[in-house]
């Protein structure tokens, strides 16, 4: 193969328009200056997987002609559209949808765009059942409905998805579509499923590879409106990608005791995004800098999507997950990552005053009583991440050093000594 034509053939028109393909153009320019073969090679087979791996589907051509009657201000990629009002001019299409939501996003969604789509069959899943979800499912299949619309957070997006699994699964053609009201996770451009109570009553154990939505509308307005209301739910995904900090090193540390193998391209790209987070401003309206922020998210899951978790999930996610079990309301993800992420930089002995630098500009909080934890939680959580590391198969900082008590104490309260978290 002819890395340098293949890598630069363009079968769609739109690829050459996205922030991700330019993204990859301007490394592959790089690689290509420096003469560096083994980055130049493992880059064209990201590529190969990005787009030149996945055919002209009926979707593609759905989603051509959709994005073509819409004011998009970017193409972040081939399915995640940004732009300002974008939503409302989809209405006219998705009247009689069947839209798949929450009781406080829906009504919420409905006071801001000022509108009932009275037509739509509309499920909400706050306490959605194994049996629920499944009758879900079967009524989306007999349903007319050309378009599954879900209008929420991380959990619907969730659900979205795994219910677009099972009619692909099918083979029934359906077009869903995604409008994310959060940023505090980037579930919606994630091929990732986690498996929520009703998910794993229907049979299903570990994170799920699903599909992506057909396409994701990000409305510039409608989130920066969230961000004057309800900051938080912006910047904790931000937490949620500091994550590489330390995951990268526990990817490394994979590799080293042979269990994993690292991709360098990968790992620049990591290191990358961290020099791209020091740049953003959270004080400024969203709108300057949501285009950054979810360019960052989707480069996040089309990195998992190449290699795997572990360079953006590792010992943070570890203690992160375990620190949510059994705390009601679940405290942000995000928020948890970034903790996680500054009490493993402290383990696998890193800068913890820059961690803890980045946690202030994004206004993340640094006290565990804030994001919803105690020490002993916290010290718990730490107990825990080895064996619930094993379960998920993912060789961490957490294989060589032992978190027991004692250790995990010391940890937790030499950060707050340090001034780098409080109670
Ligand atoms: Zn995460």
Known sequence: MNVHSRILAMPRSVISRTHLAQYLLTLHEKYALFRDHTKTQELAEIWQKTFLEKD????????????????????IHENVVLGKNIVPQLFPLIESSIIITDRTVYPLFQKYYNTALREAIVYTIDTITGDALR??????????????????????????????????????????????????????????????????????????????PDLVVLDTLFLERLQQTNPRLIRAGLGDIMAYITAVEDWKLAEMNGKDAINNVVVEMCSDTIKRLHKINVQLPLSQWIQEYSFIQVLLCNITDWVGSPPASGSEHLFAKEAEEGIHPPPLHGELVALGTLIMTKV?????????NLMKTFQLPTSLSEIGLTVEQAVSAMQRCRSYGRKKERFTIAEIVDFNKEYSQQIIEGLIENGLIHE
Do not use: W
Request: hydrophobic letters at 40%; one cysteine or more; aromatic letters at 8%.
């Open 348 to 356: 696998q002995g890193g800068d913890c005053q820059r961690v803890h």
């Open 56 to 75: 002209l589907s009926l979707h593609t051509k759905q989603r051509q002609i959709l994005c073509n009657s819409l004011r998009i201000d970017h193409y």
């Open 135 to 212: 009758e879900i499912i079967d009524n989306v299949m007999k349903s007319h409905a050309q378009f599954v619309v879900g209008i929420g957070g991380g959990r619907v997006m969730d659900i979205l998805k795994f219910i677009q699994m099972k009619i692909i699964q099918m083979e029934n053609g359906k077009f869903f579509l995604a409008f994310p009201t959060s940023l505090a996770t980037h579930v919606y451009a994630s091929p990732k499923i986690h498996v929520l109570p009703a998910i794993a009553e229907l049979g299903y154990q570990s994170t799920i590879d699903g599909p992506v």
